[in-house]
C-alpha cells in the first residue's frame, strides 16, 4: 500500500456526498447569476443608464466574451494552482464585483461585468473535474449530474428571475442577485485533495473507503493506473 506524500487520500463515502451538494450549490450560484446577466443584463442597460438596444447588445457581447475567455482560463489554472483554490476564487472572488454592479455608472458598469465574466465562468470546469476527482471512474455520471443541473438552473434561473423582475424592476434583481457568489464561502467545506507533483504535473487521487474486496481491488487499479501514466 502507498504511504508517504504521494498516498492516495482516504475520504468517507458521507464526505464525498457532502462535498458534491456543495458543489451543486455553487454551481445554482452561479448559473443564478449568469442568467441575470445574459436574460437581463441588455434590460438593465437600457433602463437605467438609457443606452440604446444596439449599444445594450454590444456591452452584452463583452460580457460574453469575457466568460468565454474566463471558461477557457479556468482549466489550466486549476490544474497549477489546484480545484478549490480556483473554485474558491471564481465564486467567492466575484463577489466584491457583483455587489458593486449596482451602485456605479456606465463605464464601470461594463469594466465590471468583463471583471464578473472572467472570475465567474473559471468555476465550472474546476467544479467539473473536482467532483470527478472526488468519485473517480464516474465521469459520465458526473459531468451528466452537472451539466444537466447547470442548464436546469439557467433556464429555472432565467424564469424566477423575469418574475421577480415583473413584480418589481430590473435594478432590484440585480441588487438581489448580486448576493449570489457570497455562498461561495462553503467552499470551505470541501476537502482539498492530496496532491503530488512528478514532472509538474499535478495529481490528486481520492480513494473512498467501501468494505467491498473488489472495489479496493479497483481502486488499487486506478491508483497504479494513474501513477504509470504519469510517470
Given at each position: 500500500m502507498?504511504?508517504?506524500?504521494?498516498a492516495?487520500?482516504a475520504?468517507?463515502?458521507?464526505?464525498?456526498?457532502?462535498?458534491?451538494?456543495?458543489?451543486?450549490?455553487?454551481?445554482?450560484?452561479?448559473?443564478?447569476?449568469?442568467?441575470?446577466?445574459?436574460?437581463?443584463?441588455?434590460?438593465?442597460?437600457?433602463?437605467?443608464f438609457?443606452?440604446?438596444?444596439?449599444?445594450?447588445?454590444?456591452?452584452?457581447?463583452?460580457?460574453?466574451?469575457?466568460?468565454?475567455?474566463?471558461?477557457?482560463?479556468?482549466?489550466?489554472?486549476?490544474?497549477?494552482?489546484?480545484?478549490?483554490?480556483?473554485?474558491?476564487?471564481?465564486?467567492?472572488?466575484?463577489?466584491?464585483?457583483?455587489?458593486?454592479l449596482?451602485?456605479?455608472?456606465?463605464?464601470?458598469?461594463?469594466?465590471?461585468?468583463?471583471?464578473?465574466?472572467?472570475?465567474?465562468?473559471?468555476?465550472?470546469?474546476?467544479?467539473?473535474?473536482?467532483?470527478?476527482?472526488?468519485?473517480?471512474?464516474?465521469?459520465?455520471?458526473?459531468a451528466?449530474?452537472?451539466?444537466?443541473?447547470?442548464?436546469?438552473?439557467?433556464?429555472?434561473?432565467?424564469?424566477?428571475?423575469?418574475?421577480?423582475?415583473?413584480?418589481?424592476?430590473?435594478?432590484?434583481?440585480?441588487?438581489?442577485?448580486?448576493?449570489?457568489?457570497?455562498?461561495g464561502?462553503?467552499?470551505?467545506?470541501?476537502?482539498?485533495?492530496?496532491?503530488?507533483?512528478?514532472?509538474?504535473?499535478?495529481?490528486?487521487?481520492?480513494?473512498?473507503?467501501?468494505?467491498?474486496?473488489?472495489?479496493?481491488?479497483?481502486?488499487?487499479?486506478?491508483?497504479?493506473?494513474?501513477?504509470?501514466?504519469?510517470?
Open positions: 502507498l504511504t508517504g506524500p504521494g492516495p487520500q475520504i468517507s463515502k458521507n464526505r464525498v456526498i457532502i462535498s458534491i451538494i456543495i458543489l451543486l450549490v455553487l454551481i445554482f450560484s452561479k448559473y443564478f447569476y449568469m442568467a441575470s446577466m445574459t436574460s437581463y443584463f441588455t434590460f438593465y442597460l437600457i433602463d437605467k438609457h443606452v440604446s438596444v444596439q449599444h445594450s447588445q454590444i456591452y452584452l457581447f463583452i460580457f460574453l466574451a469575457s466568460v468565454a475567455a474566463g471558461t477557457i482560463l479556468g482549466g489550466p489554472l486549476g490544474d497549477r494552482y489546484g480545484r478549490k483554490l480556483i473554485i474558491w476564487i471564481s465564486i467567492l472572488g466575484a463577489a466584491p464585483f457583483t455587489l458593486l449596482p451602485h456605479v455608472g456606465l463605464t464601470a458598469t461594463i469594466l465590471l461585468s468583463v471583471l464578473i465574466g472572467l472570475i465567474i465562468s473559471s468555476a465550472f470546469s474546476a467544479i467539473l473535474v473536482y467532483a470527478t476527482e472526488l468519485i473517480p471512474g464516474k465521469v459520465g455520471m458526473v451528466g449530474l452537472f451539466f444537466g443541473f447547470a442548464f436546469g438552473m439557467g433556464g429555472i434561473g432565467s424564469a424566477v428571475l423575469g418574475s421577480l423582475a415583473d413584480k418589481t424592476s430590473i435594478e432590484y434583481v440585480f441588487s438581489i442577485c448580486a448576493y449570489l457568489p457570497l455562498i464561502i462553503i467552499t470551505a467545506f470541501c476537502p482539498i485533495l492530496r496532491e503530488r507533483n512528478p514532472g509538474n504535473k499535478t495529481i490528486r487521487r481520492p480513494v473512498i473507503i467501501r468494505s467491498s474486496p473488489i472495489k479496493k481491488v479497483a481502486a488499487r487499479v486506478y491508483e497504479t493506473a494513474t501513477l504509470l501514466l504519469y510517470r
